[in-house]
């Protein structure tokens, strides 16, 4: 079974702290994304990696950046963090480039920031 | 712009019965689209994926139907259970690029 874990499921900042996010996959998946999801909004992708060091970002970069240094672990960056930021995070990883592959997420991030 | 609208919002049904979900898309060129189940506090895992040349596809009590050419699917949920509540959430990918389309997701309500 794919396993995709996230560091955190609750967690309270304040802004203008940073914020690590961290997310691992234990299948040797290729791709990992990024999501952030909001009521009425749907999930919107923040940032995804096809490689390790490698980053695109998604529709929604601003305010925040990523690191991939390892294959299995994809790390999300608030650098300043802002009440706007307040979302549920999901971490996804899927096997090859291809649209066809299935996403597998992580149980999610609930990140208030106060 | 690449979009998908689900409706409806919401549903609350009794146990039992049958339900279905839509989606439309106007994601171009198509390559698949997955119906995912998310249970409140977790994250979304597939239910079906289905092609371009794939009409129906079911996993269980779950059958999913495509029209590529009106560019709609539906999500028919049979003898709904208690544990069928959640968000049920559409997802198309196009063949040319490594992102999905999300739509919002119909929460589904299943009471006793």
């Known amino acids: 079974d794919v396993k995709v874990t996230q560091s955190s499921r609750y967690l309270v900042k304040r802004t203008g702290e940073k914020v690590f996010l961290e997310c691992v996959q234990d299948?040797?998946?290729?791709?990992m994304f990024w999501y952030r999801q909001d009521p009425g909004l749907g999930l919107r992708l923040i940032y995804f990696?096809?490689?390790?060091?490698?980053?695109e970002k998604g529709d929604i970069p601003e305010g925040y950046s990523v690191s991939r240094e390892k294959k299995e672990r994809f790390s999300l960056i608030l650098e300043s963090a802002s009440t706007n930021q307040t979302s549920m995070y999901l971490c996804a990883s899927s096997l090859e480039r291809t649209p066809m592959k299935e996403q597998f997420f992580g149980p999610g991030t609930r990140l208030t920031v106060l | 712009k690449n979009q998908v609208e689900q409706s409806p919002q919401s549903l609350i049904i009794l146990e039992g019965k049958n339900c279905t979900l839509q989606?439309?898309?106007?994601?171009?060129?198509?390559?698949?689209l997955r119906w995912y189940k998310q249970d409140t506090g977790r994250g979304p895992v597939s239910l079906t994926i289905m092609t371009f040349s794939e009409n129906t596809k079911s996993n269980g009590r779950y059958t999913a139907t495509l029209d590529a050419d009106t560019k709609q699917s539906s999500l028919h949920i049979t003898a709904s259970q208690l544990s069928d509540s959640a968000s049920y959430i559409c997802?198309?990918?196009?063949?040319?690029?490594?992102?999905?389309?999300f739509g919002d997701g119909t929460t589904l309500t299943v009471k006793p």
């Open positions: 997802v198309v990918s196009a063949r040319d690029a490594g992102k999905s389309t």
């Open positions: 990696s096809y490689d390790v060091k490698m980053k």
């Open positions: 989606c439309n898309y106007t994601v171009s060129p198509f390559s698949n």
């Open positions: 299948m040797d998946h290729e791709n």
